[in-house]
């Protein structure tokens, strides 16, 4: 991404950045010599995961940290140096020549407030301005950052607008003094992936017009592929490394990278069959517990122990002259004389295991779960009497069916009913119409004793481990709950609840916790063998790994991948994250508000996709590969998803999709096979390339 | 940002959950000292029979209130009573009632806010108008009529305080079964196929114990300060039994006199009941959250 501001001059330099804060056990580093260099006009992506101390590098820039943390080091803005600057000095700098967006686009702006008003303070705190001038700048603002009729949406409350247009209008305040640098905290982190591909849209054409320099805080190396231009990548407070993208990603330095890397699944290429994603043993460290030496020496599979990894923090090496790696083998790594990804983790499975977890069709046998036009509507109540004023069509006629052994994955942005469809399959929450079949038993129909038969032989896993585990219960209590509750406690009961917690990989050491005690991995993998305990044929999982850490992601999914082979579960995966279904389903579903628009193999769907809204939504996904990102051409959708209040008539898709005509305002598209059980509910299917760009 | 990330680290405590509870408690020293205090009080009172120097209701006219000295350690009244004796004896009402009244105040409240949150809908509609509805009820006047009509021992009065005292504790116990309920423990405990009954007792009913356990200490404390207005008001115990607050109320008349000194022994007492069982609350409540690390 090269800004017309092509000279290379730093307009953004942190050097030696540390950061103490106080904690219950004793002051906390949270920051380790921190050095960074942010150019004129230019992208640096930061990236780390929870702890690792980004988003604390950001704040200690803006000189937001807490009256109590302790900060040494320079920081330094075109020349002026912030670390001595007192506080008046920051509140000019703060917004007029640094700026931040935060993740949170709701909490960022203030609910009482119309959004043209906020944006206008944001420019008259710094100076004076004319009123008609001022209203002029801000709807210059607000179509700058995309959003349509700029009139009518500065006279609007941030609840009257999307998730994706609040963060644009966070975006609008943030560049409205011109910066030299922006701060983008995990700004597009909260959205779905269309819409973060038209947020990253604004910021790139920010970029471009205003030659901002843009500091783009992230854990998603997707993000950082197509909009940064050198990437520092964080671990426990300190720059593990730091180089141009490209270089970076093509030849990685530190184990720790090349680990987050590998462990990243690419939709535009196909998984080779037999591939498992490298997982990193453990989970990144508490900033109190920072293990000594290389804080990655526990995790990392070239570690020399003792010396010098286990004792020694490595300095960053200047390798080339644009990189430095802070790996005592970086220089080995970089040369190409070792390989940062050992083999044995890179080697396939087991043939046989292979066989079972991906050869299993919906040919064998009878349907494990069969969806017949499932139909799932919440009642919106208001006014005082709190009647029905509304009726949400959540899941609005939904077939699906799962093979024994089979994992179907049903993706989709936030509000297309996903969610609600895993609880209605298994009636936590009551289903409207329809009928849901597990083994030939009626779910829906089921009286209070078949129900409860049903439930040992389905079981759910949820996406925030955390939440999903009662925090008042030890993990051995956790984990023998569903066998007293169907009375199967006997005396082989502790002795399968230890076969549980081994089969998911913790140990008996494990039994005594409690939840908070745990990392959040450990958490999920408890919630798992709580989902097994009962023995069940089918599992659904929702979202199961998007609360964890990139780098715990991998070892969750490659658990689930083998239990299924070993076990010969049904899965039923609910997931925003395409790659997550490519990685683990043999077959896809994609929803858009309520219904399943495209249904198939995985490989197939992802890599022909047939609906317009597949094709969007694969396109919107980032790729983590800079050259691919930086050409690929991309389908940004127009607007937001309608309201599930009053969804349009005939295709649900039609009010934003390119193809729609006055057919698909009158009749729904029904799923038409388009060979080999890929069926797309759409009037007008087709590839991609069958349209203009 | 320093949460959730412990792997191995912490040596894993492999005692059974009891006992890690009780060694939490023991490691509390304020909750410990606070519990001996309140026992140690409510020891003393009990045995006030055969502890206390004089009858309680002796007088001694000719004697009249003495400060306190050797024979009369915490002095003696206007009609010459012995003031140690007289809180001894008058401990036995307030400590029972206020521990009754704490008692039966958490059981009702907790039990009804447990409900009415975990139902929901009609029965919370319900429960909570209900609640509601005493909450509004002028107290005073619904006692002086209840204990008109059923007369005035002890048990009535803890009855008709426990009445006016359950809402504010199902009132919270209410609101945070409602934000637990939503809690994806539950909802996996449903989908393992757990009764109503079990997710309100094994589930709800545990982690509300901290508000719970505040509450009912507050009420505590409450109670005995709300039993001694009643005295005041003359709803009360009735001479010659008497009652901490009795003993306050009738000294109030000598803050600023040379028999202020009657303040003191009923005024300490009350105190140290209510900062005891506070203390105690707290410990408590830490007890019962695991996320408290064992100090």
New interface residues.
Partial sequence: MNGPAAAASPVLRVEGLSVVLPGPHGPVRVLDGVDLRLDAGRTLGLVGESGSGKTTTALAVMGLLPPSARRTGAVTLGGVALHTADERTMTGVRGRRIAMVFQGSLGALNPVMRVGDQIAEAITVHRRIGAAELRDRVHELLSDVGIPDPWRRADQYPHELSGGMRQRVSIAMAVANDPEVLIADEATTALDVTVQAQVLDVLRRIQERRATAILLVTHDLGVVAGLADRVAVMYAGRIVEEGPVDALFARPGHPYTAALLAALVRLDRPVPPGTRPVAIPGSPPRLDEVPPGCAFHPRCPLALLPEPCGRAVPEAQVATPARRVACHRGAEVLSGRLDPLPVEQRAPVAATVVSTARGVGPASGPPLLEVEGLVTVFPVRGGWRRRVVGRVEAVAGVDLALAPGEALGVVGESGCGKTTLARSVLRLVEPTSGSVRIHGVDVLRAERATLRRLRRRAQIVFQDPEASLDPRMTVAAIVAEPLRIHRLWDADAPQRVRDLIGMVGLDAGHLDRYPHELSGGQQQRVAIARALATGPELLVLDEPVTALDPSVRAGVLNLLADLRAELGLGYLLIAHDLAVVARTCDRVAVMYLGRVVETGPVAEVFSTPQHPYTQALCSAVPVPDPAVERTRRRILLEGDVPSPLDPPSGCRFRTRCRRADERCATEVPVPTDRGGGHLVACHHPGPEAGWGS | ??????????P??????GRRALRRFVRRRPAVVALVVLVLLAAACAAAPWLAPYPPNRQDLLLGPVPPNRSHWLGTDELGRDQLSRILHAGRISLSIGLAVGALSTAVGTAVGAVAGYAGRRVDQALMRVTDLFLVLPGIAILAIALERLGRSPAVIVLVLAGLFWMYVARVVRAEVLSLRE???V????????SGT?IVV??LL??VVGVVVVNAALAVAAAIIAESTLSFLGFGVQPPATSWGVMLADAEGYVATPQAYLLYGPGVAILLTVLSVNFVGDGLREV????TAPR
């Fill in positions: 940002m320093s949460t959730g990330h412990g792997a191995d680290r912490r894993g405590p492999s005692a059974p959950p809690r994806e423990f909802e996996a405990a449903r989908a393992v196929g757990a079990r094994r589930h545990p982690n019962f959250d695991p996320r």
